[in-house]
């Protein structure tokens, strides 16, 4: 079972459109959760972090259920410049250091 | 601040040659690291460093060598490039801690004939 596990998508959505994304981890241990947005043959950025009690930034929604072991992202409103891959990322506290495991990302396509 | 560099921003390399990537940040992290990105993979971490003088492996390090002079720079050498080698690299830095963001570079886009 992979780390850290997305559905690749695309998911294909017109504008105005909700959109969410699921993301599922096998290490109960981990410590801390993020999406990070990487454009088309871009780096990746932060997008936001995962709190436990769930956290908004403007049309961006994060949600984290340590119980189930999934992180969600909702985009509500979504606009063509939302059109992206979308990381989840776990941190995993390994020996002196901090161990981030990458999905594979969800692409976003918003058409017109 | 430039954030982090990386050079070059493309390379093509024949099987056997050597050659390095640099990466280099500018906001005083402490903590920097490589990564390789394959389709369908993810990034996974080739080496990473807590600090100057202090490297470590990742996930995937073999063919590669890391070295941790100063905070600021923290090159990726390839020994004898192969063709599995072909791929996107990404260096990155942050702030040690737990829930503290990685910072990336621009990547090198590397492929080996």
């Known amino acids: 079972r992979k780390e850290v596990e997305q559905d690749p998508g695309p998911f294909n959505v017109p504008e105005g459109a909700t959109v969410a994304f699921n993301c599922t981890y096998s290490?109960?241990?981990?410590?801390?959760f993020f999406w990070y947005r990487q454009d088309c043959r871009k780096e990746p950025k932060l997008l936001m972090s995962?709190?436990?009690s769930g956290n908004e930034d403007g049309r961006f929604t994060a949600q984290l259920n340590r119980a189930s072991q999934y992180i969600s992202l909702l985009i509500r409103d979504s606009k063509l410049s939302d059109s992206a891959t979308y990381l989840c990322?776990?941190?995993?506290?390994?020996?002196?250091?901090?161990?981030?495991?990458f999905g594979t990302g969800t692409r976003l396509q918003v058409f017109p | 601040n430039a954030g982090v560099t990386q050079t070059p921003k493309f390379q093509v390399l024949k099987t056997g040659q050597s050659m390095t990537l640099q990466c280099a940040q500018d906001?005083?992290?402490?903590?920097m690291s490589w990564y390789r990105q394959d389709p369908g993979m993810g990034l996974r971490l080739i080496h990473y460093?807590?600090?100057?003088?202090?490297?470590d492996q990742g996930e995937v390090p073999n063919g590669y060598n890391v070295s941790r002079s100063t905070t600021e720079d923290f090159p990726l050498r390839l020994l004898s490039a192969a063709p599995s080698q072909t791929s996107v690299y990404f260096c990155?830095?942050?702030?040690?801690?737990?829930?503290?963001?990685?910072?990336f570079g621009p990547g090198t886009r590397l492929t080996v004939l």
């Open positions: 990322v776990v941190n995993e506290k390994a020996y002196n250091t901090d161990k981030l495991i």
């Open positions: 290490n109960s241990a981990s410590q801390s």
């Open positions: 995962v709190y436990s």
């Open positions: 906001m005083n992290h402490e903590y």
């Open positions: 460093s807590v600090g100057a003088g202090i490297t």
């Open positions: 990155a830095s942050q702030v040690r801690g737990v829930g503290n963001e990685q910072f």
